[in-house]
């Protein structure tokens, strides 16, 4: 697992999950009633569809109960020690800085080679608009 690099996503359908995971559907079935923090959401068509964070907590469910030979009560309660001992946002507020930084730079760059682009085009129609 820990070479593993879970492909860059914001949704992942449940038969992608399986196949991530290596879980059966049915005890994918059960994990995803059981354990309160997994947040599946569901598709117009009503396929579950799993984000990165649920796939990385399946993993921690597994590497717990099969690897470590945890009972599904002591993973449970791991994990949602883990969730509340985590700060994220302490984490996230320097991640977003830093993106928003670089994403900002990046936009203005951006922005200022459309208005020279819309520039152009004004003055072409002018100057179609005389002729």
Not at 37 to 59: A, H, P, T, V, Y
Not at 105 to 112: D, F
């Amino acid at each position: 697992m820990d070479n593993f690099k879970l492909p860059e996503k914001l949704f992942f359908k449940e038969r992608e999950v399986i196949k991530i995971t290596k879980l059966s559907k049915k005890v994918l079935d059960y994990w995803i009633k059981i354990f309160p923090f997994l947040n599946i959401q569901k598709n117009s068509n009503g396929e579950l569809l799993f984000k990165r964070e649920e796939i990385i907590l399946l993993l921690k469910i597994k590497e717990l109960v099969l690897n470590q030979e945890k009972t599904i009560e002591e993973a449970k309660k791991t994990i949602e020690v883990e969730i509340k001992d985590s700060k994220p946002q302490d984490n996230y507020k320097k991640e977003t800085i830093d993106n928003d930084i670089n994403t900002s730079a990046v936009y203005k760059s951006r922005l200022e080679e459309i208005r020279k682009e819309i520039a152009n085009i004004l003055t072409i129609l002018k100057k179609n608009s005389k002729t």
